[in-house]
C-alpha cells in the first residue's frame, strides 16, 4: 500500500514536469514575441519545386521559421528574428534571386507596426499605349514570372502578362518606347525564343530544368 510521502513524492513529480512545460511554452510564446512576421504574394509558383526553390533561397536567411507556401494562391510568409531588423529590399530581392516576381508583401514587426511595399512603376502615357501579342517559348509557372518581369523591366511597358498553357504573351507598351522587336530579343536573352528570336544555347542550357521547354530544330 502507497504511503502518503510516496503519494506526495508523486505529486512533486507532476508538479514539476507541468512547470518545466508550462516554462517551454512560456519560453516559446517569447520568441514568437520577438518575431518580424513576412507576408509576400509571390508570382510563378508553378509547382513543388518552385516552392522548394524559394524555401532553400530564403533559408540562407539564417533564424528564418515558419516558413508556408501555397502554391495556388502564391502566399509565402514566415517569421524572423526582428533583432535581425530584415528590411522589406532584403525580401523582395531574395524572390527576384530565386527567380521570382514580388508582388505586395507584408512586415508586422514585433512591435506591431506594419510595412507594406507600394510597388513603383515608370508613368507611362495612356494614350501612347498599345497591345501587343507575341508567341514566346516557354513550360512551366516560372518560366511564366521570368519572362512577365523580363517583359515589365523594359521602358514603356505597362502591363505584360504570358499564358502558359499558350504561350502567348500580352503586353500594354509604348511603342516609341520599346517595340515588339526589342521584347523578343529581350526575353530571347532570357532564355526563351521567340519566332524572330531565338535564345543562345548556353542561356537555354542554364535555365531550371522544369524550365526547358521543347525547342524547334
Known amino acids: ?27 516559446d510564446a517569447q520568441k514568437n514575441k520577438d518575431m518580424d512576421q513576412f507576408e509576400v504574394q509571390v508570382d510563378g509558383l508553378g509547382c513543388p519545386f518552385c516552392a522548394y526553390g524559394l524555401e532553400k533561397k530564403f533559408k540562407e536567411f539564417k ?5 508556408a507556401i501555397d502554391i495556388e494562391t502564391g502566399d509565402f510568409s514566415f517569421s524572423y528574428p526582428a533583432s535581425k531588423n530584415l528590411t522589406m529590399d532584403a525580401v523582395v530581392e531574395q524572390v527576384k534571386k530565386a527567380g521570382y516576381t514580388p508582388n505586395l508583401a507584408t512586415i508586422t514587426r514585433a512591435n506591431g507596426t506594419v510595412e507594406t511595399n507600394a510597388k ?17 517559348n516557354g513550360k512551366c509557372g516560372m518560366c511564366k514570372a521570368r519572362i512577365e518581369k523580363t517583359v515589365s523591366d523594359l521602358p514603356g511597358v505597362a502591363s505584360a ?8 504573351l500580352t503586353l500594354d507598351h509604348d511603342t516609341s518606347l520599346t ?7 529581350a526575353v530571347a536573352n532570357a532564355g526563351h525564343d521567340t519566332a524572330t528570336v531565338k535564345s543562345d544555347d548556353a542561356t537555354y542550357d542554364a535555365l531550371p530544368a522544369c524550365c526547358h521547354y521543347k525547342r524547334a530544330i
Open 63 to 67: 533564424g528564418i521559421k515558419n516558413v
Open 1 to 27: 500500500m502507497r504511503t502518503i510521502k510516496d503519494k506526495m513524492k508523486q505529486v512533486t513529480i507532476i508538479l514539476s514536469i507541468v512547470i518545466g512545460l508550462f516554462a517551454i511554452v512560456k519560453a
Open 120 to 136: 513603383e512603376t515608370a508613368a507611362v502615357e495612356q494614350e501612347n499605349l498599345m497591345t501587343s501579342e507575341l508567341y514566346v
Open 179 to 185: 517595340t515588339k522587336k526589342a521584347v523578343a530579343k
Open 161 to 168: 502578362t504570358w499564358d502558359v498553357k499558350t504561350g502567348m
